[in-house]
């Protein structure tokens, strides 16, 4: 047997753990079935569709206060009390959790409360830049971050999974009752019994009387199986309100939020058509870009520009000390940062979190995370390794009352009325999302609004793009298995290059052997 069809047999093994298709977030969307041709041909519909679907969001976050308010009792008495709170996920609800934790900072900076907040995600810090592959399959994992975290009895942990099923996020959230008498929450965005039946890892947690629930389903996302968009939204809004209004009163948290919800229903974000028609202009032309950012901006732009990455098969941030031979299209730049350790600490607002694990050969220190260097060193480190590179840089920048967008010759002010750091994060996430979404969308990364580049890094995107390949052989009147779909796909996993589509990959060379079985 070969390398690949020996990985095919070893993933059909544990497959039933991972088919996924059933759950509303993996699920098309009908509303964004054109998506890729209305981010070419159309684009300020393109952005009107996706600001109703966050429209949407926003209304199922009106709807739970409730549990808002209940999370945000447990998190005032958790911190009146002398502990601490966690909050973790993997992925881009790692992201949004090192996210809480960095705005946290912000507003706490040198008071009693800053150091009694902590995140982690799956692979640690390292994470936020470049997935640690395969990381977020086991639970044990979770289980050990967490420990070394320092929870500690009395501790409470919020848990975040877009899906609900991350092995990872099981796995720390199981362990949290085993070390704190306070239970630890569990926030998704799946149907209970959809849920249950597609998961047993998800089924227990979900009757486990020792973990407190909080189920925030907004439907399907709006690219196919995209779960950085919408699901993370709702799940930062929720866990980000609970902590930032846990002194506060309850009816001043249903002002707060009516007024936001009211606020962005009105925004008009039609300015950033502008910005999607330049940049992928750009990178059509060749060229590269930068994006400077602050150390109040920062996280949520660099959130956004690395989720890229395993979205869409672009070539991930490099790292100065691996030598990389292929640059990223785009890459933070936070220039009154003087090293990689100051951009780090900037962005963060404290010291990086790093796993020296002898068992995972390095892929999470901080060796290696220092080589992400988005200082002002980065603009002729990266002209240096690429001669005749073409740099524009995008930038994005925090003012006392709103956001300030400059590209080139284009700029402008959005206004925000807010104080929270958390709401005016949230705008910006929803603005990149659907920014970079449509970019991508014009550089033919996805199809309608299926996921044809998503990169196969973990048993969860194995069964996406095994899926993906079948959707489109439908449409194309072919059937195959699952189980042959999934050697085929591995065997293309050895032969195309990291920036190719796997999912039409795979389509191509079933085509080319003429498979006779149709519908």
């Known amino acids: 047997m070969d390398e690949s069809a020996a990985k095919a047999e070893k993933f059909l093994s544990v497959s039933s753990q991972y088919k996924l ?5 993996e699920s098309s969307h009908p509303y964004t079935r054109d998506l890729s041709y209305l981010a070419t041909n159309d684009t300020g519909e393109a952005i009107q569709k996706l600001k109703e679907l966050d429209n949407a969001v926003l209304k199922v976050l009106s709807e739970k206060i409730p549990q808002i308010i209940y999370l945000k009792d447990k998190i005032r008495d958790t911190l009146n009390d002398g502990n601490d709170v966690y909050f973790c996920g993997c992925g881009a609800t790692g992201r949004l959790s090192l996210t809480i934790e960095t705005l946290w900072r912000q507003v706490q900076h040198a008071k009693i409360f ?10 640690g810090d390292v994470a936020l830049i470049r997935s640690i592959e395969n990381f977020e399959d086991f639970p044990a994992y979770g289980a ?42 569990f926030l998704y965005c799946n149907p209970d019994d959809i849920l249950s039946e597609v998961a047993e890892r998800s089924k227990k947690v979900i009757e486990n009387n020792n973990i407190e629930k909080i189920n925030l389903t907004v439907g399907p996302m709006a690219v196919t199986g995209s779960t950085r968009m919408q699901s993370s939204t709702i799940l930062l809004a929720v866990a980000g ?16 939020i009516d007024s936001f919800v009211k606020f962005w229903w009105a925004a008009d974000i039609s300015f950033i058509e502008k910005f999607i028609l330049r940049e992928s202009d750009y ?12 150390n109040q901006l920062g996280i949520t732009v660099i959130t956004d520009t690395t989720e890229r990455s395993p979205t869409f098969s672009l070539f991930p941030f490099e790292n100065v000390s691996e030598k990389d031979a292929d640059l990223s299209l785009c890459y933070l730049f936070m220039p009154e940062s003087k090293s990689s350790e100051e951009a780090w600490g900037k962005l963060l607002w404290r010291k990086p979190r790093t796993l020296e694990w002898p068992d995972i050969n390095g892929i999470a220190s901080r060796d290696r995370l220092l080589g992400f260097d988005f200082s002002v060193n980065v603009l002729a480190r990266r002209a240096r390794q690429k001669k005749s590179i073409r740099q524009h840089i995008f930038k994005i920048l925090d003012s006392d009352n709103g956001i300030n967008f400059t590209l080139d010759d284009e700029s402008h002010k959005f206004f925000v009325p807010f104080e929270s750091p958390l709401l005016k994060h949230l705008i910006l996430k929803m603005i990149m999302n659907t920014h970079s979404t449509l970019i991508m969308g014009r550089l033919g990364r996805y199809e309608g609004n299926v996921m044809t580049y998503l990169r196969a890094s973990n048993n969860k995107l194995i069964d ?29 996993l050895e032969k195309t290059p990291s920036d190719q589509s796997i999912v039409m990959a795979s389509v191509a060379e079933i085509e080319k052997r003429k498979v006779p079985d149709t519908i």
């Open 144 to 185: 050990r971050q967490l420990v070394e975290s320092g929870f500690k009895d009395g501790d409470l942990l919020v848990a975040t999974t877009e899906g609900g099923e991350t092995p990872f996020v099981i796995g720390a959230t199981e362990k949290a009752p085993e070390i704190s008498k306070r239970k630890p929450f």
């Open 283 to 294: 990178y059509l032309h060749g060229d590269y870009l930068l994006y400077e950012s602050d």
């Open 21 to 25: 298709g059933k759950l509303i977030t």
């Open 241 to 256: 309100a609970a902590l930032f209004y846990c002194n506060s009163d309850n009816e001043y948290i249903r002002k707060e």
């Open 464 to 492: 996406r793009a095994i899926r993906y390949v079948e959707m489109i052989l439908e449409q194309k009147k072919i059937v195959l298995s699952y189980n042959e779909l999934c050697y085929i796909l591995f065997e293309m």
């Open 114 to 123: 800053e150091n009694r907040v902590f995140s982690f995600m799956s692979g």
